[in-house]
C-alpha cells in the first residue's frame, strides 16, 4: 500500500475523475480490494470516495460521501481475468459512474449535494481507519494513479484506458499523478506533491508501457492545453518501461 495523510486534492470540487492501471494476482477473494480509499470508517465524513473490486463477486464498486450522504455501489462491470486493466471513476457533481478499460458501466448513481473538504489520510491499495487500521489491500499490481477537478470525457478516459500518460491528457486540471515507478519513498506526486509513504515493505515489479511526453508541456492559465506530440523525438521511443509497486 501507499498513503499520504490529507486530502487527495478533490476537496471541494464540483466535479472529479480518479484514474489507474491495475493487475490482480487473485480472482475471488474473500475482502473487498482497494484502489482509492479516502475516508474515515468510523465517522465516513462528507469529502471521502471509495473506489474498489468486490469480494467474491469481482464486480467494480464507487462510492462517495456528499453532503447529502453516501451514494454508490456497483456498476455492472467484473474483473474475470489476472491481465492489466484500466480503471476509472468519474463523478459529473450530479452523477457517479465507474468505468471498466474505457468501457463505461450500465449501471449510474445519480448523487445530490456537494463534495467537502476531507483530510483523512489516504490510500492506494488498501484501506484504513481513524486508527489506522489497514485492511482491504490490492492483492497484485498498481500503477498510473491519477486525480482530475473534472468530469472527463469519453475519448479522455478512452486515451488513459490505451496507456497515455495523465500528463497527455486533460492535464489544466490534473491534480495528483503517481507514476509509482517503485524507485524512490515516498513515492512522489511531481504534479500535487502528495508523496506517498510505502506500508509493508510492497515489491518492485513490471510497469505496464506507456506513452509519456517526448517534449515539455507549458500550460499558459487561462488557455486551453497545447495538444501533445504525436511523434517521438529522434531516436527515442514512446514507450517506456519502468517498475511499480506491488501491494
Not at 95 to 121: C, M, P, Q, R, Y
Not at 158 to 168: E, K, N
Request: aromatic content about 10%; charged content about 15%.
Amino acid at each position: 500500500m501507499l498513503r499520504y495523510d490529507g486530502n487527495v486534492g478533490v476537496a471541494d470540487a464540483s466535479a472529479f475523475t480518479l484514474h489507474m492501471l491495475a493487475k490482480t494476482d487473485t480472482l475471488s477473494p474473500s475482502d473487498n480490494r482497494y484502489f482509492l480509499h479516502n475516508v474515515n470508517d468510523d465517522t465516513f465524513p462528507n469529502g471521502s470516495f471509495f473506489f474498489r473490486i468486490q469480494g467474491a463477486s469481482d464486480d467494480l464498486g464507487v462510492s462517495i460521501i456528499t453532503s447529502a450522504g453516501t451514494f454508490g455501489g456497483t456498476v455492472g462491470l467484473q474483473l474475470t481475468d489476472l491481465n492489466w486493466h484500466s480503471y476509472t471513476l468519474v463523478w459529473t457533481g450530479s452523477e457517479l459512474s465507474g468505468w471498466l478499460d474505457g468501457v463505461k458501466g450500465g449501471t449510474t448513481f445519480a448523487t445530490t449535494g456537494t463534495f467537502g473538504n476531507s483530510t483523512h489520510i489516504t490510500m492506494i491499495g488498501g484501506a484504513t481507519n481513524s486508527f489506522d487500521v489497514r485492511c482491504c489491500a490490492w492483492d497484485g499490481l498498481i500503477a498510473e494513479a491519477s486525480v482530475y477537478t473534472t468530469e472527463l470525457n469519453t475519448k479522455e478516459i478512452s486515451a488513459l484506458s490505451q496507456r497515455f500518460s495523465p500528463h497527455l491528457v486533460h492535464p489544466q486540471n490534473l491534480v495528483s499523478y503517481w507514476e509509482i515507478f517503485g524507485q524512490l519513498s515516498p513515492e512522489p506526486d511531481f504534479v500535487g506533491h502528495h508523496d506517498a509513504t510505502l506500508v509493508n515493505s510492497p515489491a518492485l515489479r513490471p510497469h505496464p508501457h506507456m506513452l509519456y511526453p517526448t517534449q515539455p508541456m507549458v500550460i499558459v492559465p487561462g488557455e486551453p492545453a497545447p495538444p501533445p506530440p504525436r511523434q517521438p523525438r529522434s531516436g527515442a521511443s514512446p514507450f517506456t518501461l519502468g517498475g511499480l509497486i506491488s501491494v
